[in-house]
């Protein structure tokens, strides 16, 4: 499955600016990797910073300004849609 998505927030700058393209592709993921994934009925784009068995501890780069695994705690692999592999402004 391939997912398109646009950025719409600053969680992610300045990997990913509000307006970039991205597509995503379901794989295997790593720590490291800036996934999307489903959280409460909407898509979300972090980055990986831990995986422990089937669960994941997600952050956003731009620290001040994410949402992530530090308010919602880990997310389900199941949860997870796919892994960026490309990105343009």
Not at 7 to 35: H, Q, T, Y
Not at 36 to 57: A, W
Request: hydrophobic share 40%; proline share 2%; with cysteine.
């Amino acid at each position: 499955m391939i997912y398109v998505r646009r950025i719409s927030g600053v969680s992610m700058e300045p990997l990913l600016a509000p307006g970039n393209l991205a597509i995503f592709i379901r794989k295997k993921i790593r720590v490291g990797d800036i996934i999307l994934f489903s959280h409460d009925g909407r898509d979300k784009v972090k980055y990986v910073k831990s995986i422990s068995n089937q669960k994941v501890y997600t952050m956003g780069s731009n620290t001040n300004f994410s949402t992530d695994s530090r308010l919602y705690g880990l997310i389900d692999e199941q949860c997870i849609k796919g892994v960026l592999v490309w990105s343009r402004g």
